[in-house]
């Protein structure tokens, strides 16, 4: 009779350092075969009708008829029965502590979301017929327990236990309810089911369980159904499932075999036979479905609130893992239920954010190989890099390299999964035609956070404030198909993977047993030093090194063991019984020795340490952060780049509008020094004339004085005096002939000009100053005609270089009054002063004309005088007296043949160059009136 003494919770990471234990000799949890009967529970224990919370709860938790007080089965068969008959020990001190899988916490209550949330993305993943997987799952009717596999009449074991009723014994699920609303909102675990941490916080020693209270538990199992786990304490989920045999008819099982779903019992009557019940006994009609909702649905929402969790498939080769892990596209197993429930949650909560990232590894022939690396490049020696098993505080055990995929819907999780498993390693054996050669672990990080109110844009710039308000919960759920324990096979390869899987499957059967040996060895016993002492082979394969975390107690554990148990008789049951209850002790062990002392992942704050190094989501927040502020930055570098570059664009239209201003200006400057100088020609020209015109005045005078002489002979000769005006006895051009003084022509001490002498001409009668003035004239004629041309030439410049400008601008600046409608101003004042010029041009055309007119009169009449003369001269010499006196009284006698004409001639060219002069001096004061001053 042995006693189990309480334990102490065992580190995660404490690699046992002592001596190696003996294998362990479960004593105290053999049964004894020859008294089932003990062990059957009893009417009493049937779930009482009353208790309809049962039937509804989705975590029920299949009946675990606890029945560790029944006698216990021969040392070579273990069962379930892990306590000492004698129940407690006295005082009911506290043996050991276990946690419940039943008193994990519940999932929330969703009562609405079937109704209320949108479709599954999962949808997507739908089945060749067009199924989505939900569908399917709604679609798969849940056999009823009362399917079970009995094989006989009522045992006396069994007595008068009723079965369930099949709507209490259905287990519902939100996932494969039966598509009603509103019997999925009634489906929701029973509050008695989650006792020991209501709220999903970790699980405590509050949970402790005894022999005492196991009895108790059995007693309570016994009147109230699943509700035994209210109190029932189990440290490990284990679950058993039968495979159906090949061919074997409903019913016709093995007659040595009782398999009791709904008391999650399975009998053999056979030789080392004995009752086992588990957590969970699913018959050959259980779907993959109900597999996963009472076996890993409940565990996979833990994971989704923050602690880690691990399930995994155990059993012989042939007998269903794979099935059950994977399942089929129309019968999906527990990795794709799973993923299917790890984003309903994640729709089903909205107030934290995920980030979920996978990885797939093998471990074959005792090497670890990455199923997601991919086909492996050429030139790496055909050989993915070594993967080995690490160890630190915070994540446990890990393998690395490991290629982790970030996923972010159900799709692409199931095709990376997919991905993986199409790498792992299968191979026929003698039992399966695709048998497992590898142990797979598809790892599941899960990283969460509270979202941040108000979202991204209340995040402050600094890292810390990026995590705020909580820290990242880091959990993992790994899922884990492992190879099969086989007999050794013909095949020489087959028998060397055959080696590592039994090797490493031994290990993790000794290192579960061995759990069991030491938390039964009281302190003392084992030194006093309590755990540290303990050596548990975790190192002695990379399985168990792996699994070492799950195993050691930091992680939820679900075990599914299966099974096939063949017909009577048959060859399959000769082989399988052996095996079949080799898994049996397996699953009895695990379920008795695996203390799981899971916590809920603390909340990781900041970036900083191993956990913080390990939380993607706080590296991506902090990454988005500091990338979100590069952008900020690059904008901010880009607007103000832009900005000087607008501005340098200004500046260089600036630039070229002050050119081109400048260039104006230079042109107009031009123009206004060729307008400028044009007009100092032009005064300077005029000047002259005006000037000419008043020493024509004093001329005039003097001219009037010589010519008084002439009128003073005609006056006297004929007493007709007509005064002649000096203006009009001269022209301006008269200045410009160079003088000839004929002193003959004055009276002696007359001072007498130049320009007098050019007047009177080198005869002194006027012939040759009407030459020269026609002369002078014609030369003035030619300058002026020259200044017109230079000046046409020049405005012509002028405007040809201004032309595009002006005309752009010109009514512009001739509506806005611009200063450069003093250009215009200057153009219609170059205009009049070339229309002047050509009026000048007519005069002094007109005025040669004339002058012309005028010579070639006078000369007629000088001719005509010299012949009259001849005859004078002969009369004179006639009367020489009389012509003498005359002279002498120096008063010319004017013939009258000759004065006349002469003096009618002078007249009109007096006149005429009087008329034009006036012209011109009007002219050329209106044109120095309207120029500007400074022109000087
Ligand atoms: N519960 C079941 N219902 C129907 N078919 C099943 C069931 N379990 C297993 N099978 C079938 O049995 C065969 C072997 O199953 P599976 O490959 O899952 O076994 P295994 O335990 O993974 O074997 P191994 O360890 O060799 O990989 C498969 O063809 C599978 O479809």
Not at 227 to 251: C, F, Q, T, W, Y
Request: aromatic fraction near 4%.
């Amino acid at each position: 009779m042995a006693t189990i003494l309480p334990r102490p919770s065992r580190p995660a990471a404490n690699p046992p350092t002592g001596p190696l234990p003996s294998l362990p000799v479960p004593k105290s949890r053999t049964s004894t075969p020859s008294s089932p009967v003990n062990r059957i529970p009893t009417a009493s224990a049937l779930p009482s009708p009353t208790k309809p919370n049962r039937a509804v709860s989705s975590s029920a938790l299949p009946t675990r008829p606890h029945t560790r007080d029944s006698p216990s089965s021969t040392s070579n068969v273990p069962t379930f029965t892990a306590t000492d008959p004698a129940g407690a020990l006295p005082g009911g001190k506290t043996l050991r502590k276990t946690i419940s899988i039943g008193a994990f916490p519940q999932p929330p209550k969703y009562a609405n979301r079937i109704t209320s949330h949108p479709p599954s993305p999962l949808s997507a993943s739908s089945t060749p017929n067009g199924e989505t997987l939900d569908q399917r799952l709604h679609a798969k009717t849940i056999p009823s327990r009362e399917s079970s596999l009995r094989r006989t009449g009522p045992r006396p074991s069994m007595g008068g236990r009723s079965l369930l009723q099949k709507s209490q014994l259905t287990t519902p699920s939100l996932l494969n309810g039966n598509g009603d609303p509103a019997s999925v909102v009634n489906h929701v675990s029973p509050p008695q089911s989650r006792t020991s941490s209501p709220h999903g916080s970790a699980t405590t020693f509050e949970d402790i369980d005894t022999d005492e209270s196991r009895g108790r538990s059995e007693n309570k199992n016994n009147t109230d159904g699943p509700s035994i786990h209210k109190d029932g304490k189990g440290n490990v989920l284990v679950s058993v499932r039968v495979r159906p045999e090949p061919g074997a008819r409903d019913g016709k099982q093995e007659m040595d075999w009782e398999v009791n779903g709904k008391r999650s019992l399975i009998s053999y009557r056979g030789r080392e036979g004995g009752d086992y019940i588990y957590d969970n006994v699913f018959d050959t009609q259980d779907n993959n479905a109900r597999v996963y909702d009472a076996a890993a649905k409940r565990l996979v929402r833990r994971v989704m609130e923050g602690y880690h969790g691990t399930v995994f498939a155990y059993g012989m080769t042939g007998t269903g893992k794979t099935f059950s892990m994977q399942g089929t596209a129309t019968n999906p197993g527990v990795i794709p239920l799973a993923i299917t429930d790890i984003f309903s949650y994640i729709r089903e909560t909205p107030h934290r954010e995920f980030l979920l990232r996978v990885s797939y590894l093998e471990i074959y022939n005792e090497k670890i190989h990455d199923l997601l690396a991919g086909p492996v490049a050429p030139g790496a020696n055909g050989q993915q890099d070594e993967i080995k098993l690490r160890e630190d505080s915070k994540r446990g055990v890990y393998a690395t390299p490991l290629k982790e995929e970030i996923v972010q819907s159900p799709t692409q999780l199931l095709r990376v999964i997919a991905r993986g498993d199409n790498a792992r390693r299968v191979a026929g054996t003698q039992f399966n035609a695709r048998s497992s050669r590898s142990h797979a672990v598809v790892q599941i990080v899960v990283e969460s956070r509270e979202r941040v109110p108000g979202g991204m844009a209340s995040l402050k710039e600094t890292k810390r404030s990026a995590m705020a308000p909580g820290g990242v919960r880091v959990s993992t759920l790994s899922l884990i198909d492992l190879a099969g324990s086989e007999k050794a096979a013909d095949n020489k390869e087959r028998r060397t993977e055959g080696s590592h899987i039994n090797k490493s499957l031994l290990t993790l059967g000794t290192v579960i047993a061995r759990l069991s040996t030491e938390k039964e060895k009281p302190d003392k016993e084992k030194g006093g030093t309590g755990p540290k002492d303990k050596h548990l082979p975790y190192r002695d394969s990379k399985l168990t090194r792996l699994l070492q975390p799950a195993l050691s107690g930091n992680s939820l554990v679900s075990i599914l063991c299966t099974i096939q148990i063949g017909a009577s008789g048959s060859a399959a049951s000769q082989s399988h019984t052996g095996e079949t209850l080799n898994t049996l002790k397996f699953a009895s062990r695990a379920k008795n020795n695996i203390v799981s002392h899971a916590k809920k992942a603390d909340e990781s704050l900041g970036a900083g340490g191993d956990a913080g190094s390990r939380a993607l989501l706080d590296r991506y927040r902090v990454e988005i952060q500091e990338l979100r502020k590069q952008l900020e930055e690059q904008n901010r570098a880009k607007e103000a780049k832009e900005e000087e570059k607008e501005k340098e664009k200004d500046e260089e239209e600036e630039r070229a509008r002050e050119l081109e201003a400048e260039q104006r200006h230079e042109e107009q400057m031009l123009e206004m020094q060729l307008a400028r100088t044009a007009l100092k020609e032009r005064i300077e020209h005029l000047n002259r004339l005006i000037l000419s015109s008043k020493s024509l005045g004093v001329n005039a005078q003097r001219s009037f004085s010589s010519m008084s002489m002439q009128n003073r002979v005609s006056m006297v000769s004929n007493g007709d005096f007509r005064p002649i005006s000096a203006r009009s006895s001269a022209s301006h051009a008269t200045l410009e002939v160079p003088g000839r003084n004929s002193p003959a022509a004055f009276p002696p001490g007359t001072d007498m000009g130049s320009e007098e002498d050019d007047s009177l001409g080198e005869n002194g009668d006027g012939t040759a100053s009407q030459a020269a003035q026609i002369q002078a004239l014609q030369a003035d004629l030619a300058d002026k005609n020259r200044y017109i041309g230079t000046l046409e030439k020049r405005l012509l410049q002028a405007r040809r270089s201004s032309h595009s400008r002006v005309s752009m601008n010109l009514a512009q600046k001739i509506a806005g009054g611009s200063e450069d409608g003093g250009l215009v101003a200057v153009i219609a004042e170059k205009d009049a002063e070339i229309s002047n010029l050509r009026a000048q041009l007519e005069d002094k055309e007109k005025m040669i004309a004339a002058l012309t007119t005028a010579r070639t009169k006078r000369e007629t009449a000088i001719e005509v005088g010299s012949d009259s003369s001849q005859s004078r001269r002969a009369s004179h010499q006639r009367s020489e007296g009389s012509s003498v006196s005359l002279r002498n009284k120096g008063s010319p006698i004017s013939p009258s043949g000759f004065q006349s004409p002469q003096k009618s001639d002078m007249g009109d060219v007096t006149r005429m160059l009087d008329e034009m002069l006036s012209a011109r001096r009007n002219s050329v004061r209106v044109v120095s009136e309207s120029r500007p001053r400074n022109t000087e």
